[in-house]
């Protein structure tokens, strides 16, 4: 979804880099892989086609931290169509 990124952190030696793959449009979303030593970012349509990847040795990756974006609940998605504040308790 819009907004799902990753952060990658990488030990370059003598000091730490830090990557972000970004799912950039609507409906695109972030796959983490990790194959033979390597580990696979990739932000991915919602056919499944790959749209970018960054690729890191897995070794030399030092945090994988992955941030999803904030999904409502079907509670917050009706409270937001009847036009009540989110996270308030409905009236019975």
């Known amino acids: ?4 990124r990753v952060e990658i952190v990488v030990d ?3 000091t ?5 793959v970004v799912a950039s449009r609507a409906g695109r979303r972030v796959e983490t892989a990790v194959r033979r030593g390597v ?3 990739s932000e991915v349509t919602r056919s499944g086609t790959v749209v970018r990847t960054a690729r890191f040795m897995a ?13 409502e609940d079907a509670g917050e998605a009706e409270a937001r169509a009847q036009g ?9």
Do not use: S
């Open 84 to 92: 009540r504040p989110l996270r308030e308790d409905p009236k019975v």
């Open 12 to 14: 370059a030696g003598d």
């Open 16 to 20: 730490t880099r830090t990557y972000e």
């Open 59 to 71: 070794t030399r990756v030092l945090a994988l931290v992955e941030q999803p974006v904030p999904r």
């Open 1 to 4: 979804m819009k907004g799902d």
């Open 39 to 41: 580990v696979e970012v």
